[in-house]
């Protein structure tokens, strides 16, 4: 975890991951840097539950979780998300 939210940090990799709706994306590294923890769509992403991730989602977010599955695999650190027991202990 850092102390450095950075805007700039998800506009930098957004291109890469189009159909993710901004607000997700921006949560996820809010999390991922600060701890905080998320509402229920993205914390269930985080936890890997992709049954209550469909049940959460808004038609943006079923439509980009593809893409918002690949942020968290390929920019957040694998030790803050995956399951619950990791997600719990990443939080404040």
């Not at 997700?24 to 840097?33: D, G």
């Not at 701890?35 to 959460?56: C, H, I, R």
């Not at 690949?70 to 997600?87: A, F, L, N, Q, T």
């Amino acid at each position: 975890m850092t102390d450095n939210f950075r805007y700039e940090d998800v506009m930098d990799v957004k291109h890469k991951y189009p159909k993710a709706p901004l607000p997700v994306l921006e949560a996820i590294h809010r999390y991922a840097t600060k701890g905080y923890l998320p509402g229920s769509f993205t914390t269930a992403v985080l936890e890997n539950n992709l049954v209550n991730a469909m049940a959460y989602a808004d038609k943006d977010s079923k439509a980009g979780l593809e893409d918002i599955i690949h942020y968290c695999r390929y920019e957040i650190p694998g030790s803050c998300w995956g399951s619950p027991d990791k997600v719990d202990a990443y939080t404040f």
